[in-house]
């Protein structure tokens, strides 16, 4: 555990509130300062751009960032073959290799460019889709960047603002106790923000999440698809609706109709789902009639066979992606380790951004707790692990969870104590936690291994 989660768990409620304030000023000058507006304003402009206009915009941006990745981004520099180089200097995508998560993984420095040295970096370290950490650094320029086209094209399409309060389910440990009687959220006063926790969603505790969104007067919603499914479903069986809030933006896993549904019903609005990477090196978002429209000015989009040739459209494939948002960390041909395809079909808003038909395998198992509580997202226990290079939960029964990681140098007793300590945080002391390293953590057909496994019974899993 971080010293910043240590210190805030010791904190009084009140302070509690008070730090998740001073956190959100800073942030908000970080993600909100000078230069956002025009951001947003130059994002709006390009929504309506033929795609005649789109492929000429982009290519003129790769001739402008090959050659600087080849010529100015270390990694790149040692790791392209001169022919590779040479394809590069002319803006020719299609000849360069596909980049792996690991060599981000391992060297981030690597990928930042060098005539950019002096520039202020900001740290985003997250476990990813796949429970392995990474390191993602940004400028305070491409952080306002990334906010301003998710206002423009996410919030902005959907009918809200981030000037409007909104409640976020996310892998914060906003509520450090696990046997918390509540409340279980924290606020931001200064973006009117709600943080819920995702570690405390149970029936019996439905009724105090509706009720800070009502305390607060949250006008959208925003974060873990299936947490907002999971406390929708909650309150419906219990007949009870959200007022007031006008759209859910769900990020992080797919949504599917059965969940999009229920929260429909539950929050009485529109449900927008947003389709991302922790990379920040491409965004999706779903228009006012469901299509999903990626944003060719967030980052070139390819979806690839085995063979590396392009899919049809409706051809599932590999997701790879050359950010164009954040340049500078530079990922080219980025192998984001998702699967989707494309939609050939126009779309009836008439925006002529390319669509995604589908994106495959983004709903990750749930943990229960012994008491009932349902926790996604739970591969968060790895972020800022630095001895851990993989991890994966895996739920052997209500009250035994045992934990997969492949160790790096440096691995001790003191990660395995703070491992249990963080599931335990999450789950009560009466689970068991088996910490167990290993080589490797098995892939599936696909290549991909799960961050969450549940191996609970059918039964016991339906019971919830």
Not at 261 to 271: D, H, K, T, W
Not at 272 to 288: D, H, I, K, Q, R
Request: charged share 20%.
């Amino acid at each position: 555990m971080g010293r910043f989660d240590a210190l805030y768990a010791h904190l009084p409620r009140w302070a509690q509130h008070t730090t998740v304030s001073l956190y959100g000023t800073y942030w908000y000058w970080l993600r909100f300062g000078p230069g956002y507006a025009r951001y947003v304003e130059e994002y709006r402009a390009r929504d309506r751009w033929t795609a005649a206009q789109w492929q000429s915009w982009q290519q003129q941006q790769l001739k402008e960032l090959l050659p600087l990745a080849a010529q100015r981004v270390p990694y790149y520099h040692q790791h392209w073959t001169e022919e590779q180089k040479a394809a590069a200097m002319t803006g020719d995508l299609s000849a360069l290799p596909l980049l792996n998560k690991d060599a981000l993984r391992a060297q981030p420095n690597a990928f930042l460019r060098e005539d950019e040295a002096s520039e202020r970096n900001i740290a985003m370290l997250t476990s990813g889709s796949t429970g392995t950490p990474l390191r993602r650094l940004v400028t305070v320029a491409e952080m306002r960047r990334t906010l301003a086209i998710r206002e423009a094209r996410s919030a902005g399409w959907a009918g809200v603002s981030f000037a409007e309060p909104r409640a976020t389910f996310s892998g914060r440990m906003v509520e450090p106790n696990p046997a918390s009687t509540g409340p279980f959220y924290r606020f931001n006063l200064m973006e009117r923000q709600v943080y819920l926790s995702a570690f405390h969603l149970r029936p019996d505790t439905a009724r105090q999440y509706l009720a800070a969104l009502h305390k607060h007067s949250v006008r959208w919603l925003t974060g873990y698809a299936v947490s907002y499914s999971l406390l929708a479903r909650m309150l419906v069986e219990q007949n009870l609706r959200a007022e007031g809030i006008k759209a859910v933006i769900t990020t992080s896993e797919k949504v599917t109709p059965e969940m999009r549904a229920v929260m429909n019903e539950a929050y009485q609005c529109r449900v927008f789902e947003e389709y991302s990477s922790v990379e920040n090196v491409m965004l999706a978002t779903e228009c006012e009639h469901g299509r999903l429209h990626v944003s060719p000015d967030a980052g070139v989009v390819e979806v690839l066979r085995e063979d590396g040739t392009a899919c049809a459209p409706n051809e599932p494939g590999e997701v790879v992606v050359t950010g164009l948002m954040c340049a500078h960390q530079m990922l080219i041909r980025f192998r984001l380790g998702d699967v989707a395809c494309w939609d050939a079909a126009a779309c009836p808003c008439g925006r002529q951004m390319p669509v995604l038909k589908e994106v495959v395998g983004r709903i990750e198992d749930i943990v229960i707790g012994p008491d009932g509580r349902e926790l996604v997202r739970f591969h968060g226990i790895f972020v800022g692990q630095p001895h851990v290079r993989e991890g994966q939960i895996i739920q052997e029964a209500l009250d035994c969870i045992r934990v997969l990681v492949v160790p790096v140098n440096g691995f001790a007793q003191a990660d395995c104590d703070d491992i249990v300590e963080r599931v335990q945080q999450r789950l009560g002391a009466q689970v068991n936690v088996i910490v167990e390293p290993v080589e490797h953590i098995p892939r599936t057909a696909a290549g991909k291994f799960q961050a969450v496994i549940n191996r609970l019974p059918r039964t016991v899993q339906s019971i919830r």
